[in-house]
C-alpha cells in the first residue's frame, strides 16, 4: 500500500475571472494568450501559450481557485467529484507563478514560489452547470494541481458536456 499523497504547499484565492478565465504564468513570460483562445480552447476551458496557461471559467465574477503544490504526479485521484478535468504542462525558469486575471496589473498579483522548472498541471473545474440565469452567481470552482514534469501535450482527462 502506497503512503498517502501529502501536499508541499497550498493556496486559496478569490480571483476576478475577467473574460472569463484565470492565468497562471511565470514572472518572466513575455507572450499573451490573445490569439490562443480560439473555439476549441473555449470548448475546452484552457489555453496556452509559453509559460502562460489561461484557464477558462463559466463565470466572468470573482470564483474560488486553489493551488497545491506537490513533489509528484497525484496518484490517487478522485475524478468522480469534478465536471472536466485537463493536464498541461508549463516553464517556469523565473522560480515564480503569478496567479491573476487577465486585467490584473501584473506588479501587484499574487505570486507562488516554486523551484525553477517545468511542471505539469492538472486542472480540475467542479459545479460548471450551477450558474445562476444571469451568469453571476454560482458554486463552479476550480483547483490546480503542479509537479515538477518534463513537458508534455495538453491532455483532457475527463470532457465536460459542451453547450
Not at 473555439?39 to 509559453?50: G, M, Q, S, V
Not at 503569478?98 to 514560489?113: F, H, M, W
Amino acid at each position: 500500500m502506497n503512503p498517502p499523497e501529502t501536499p508541499q504547499s497550498s493556496y486559496e484565492f478569490e480571483i476576478f475571472a475577467d473574460y472569463y478565465q484565470i492565468h497562471l504564468q511565470d514572472e518572466a513570460a513575455e507572450g499573451n494568450l490573445f490569439t490562443s483562445w480560439n473555439k476549441e480552447a473555449i470548448d475546452n476551458l484552457f489555453a496556452i501559450a509559453p509559460g502562460i496557461i489561461g484557464i477558462g471559467t463559466v463565470r466572468n465574477s470573482d470564483v474560488p481557485l486553489k493551488v497545491i503544490i506537490t513533489k509528484s504526479r497525484p496518484l490517487h485521484d478522485n475524478f468522480v467529484d469534478w465536471d472536466h478535468i485537463i493536464e498541461v504542462s508549463m516553464q517556469v525558469p523565473s522560480g515564480k507563478i503569478i496567479i491573476a486575471s487577465p486585467s490584473d496589473y501584473l506588479p501587484d498579483a499574487v505570486r507562488i514560489l516554486v523551484e525553477p522548472g517545468t511542471y505539469r498541471a492538472r486542472i480540475y473545474y467542479g459545479k460548471l452547470e450551477s450558474i445562476s440565469e444571469d451568469g453571476l452567481e454560482g458554486d463552479d470552482h476550480y483547483q490546480v494541481v503542479l509537479w515538477p514534469e518534463a513537458y508534455k501535450s495538453p491532455d483532457i482527462l475527463k470532457q465536460r458536456r459542451v453547450p
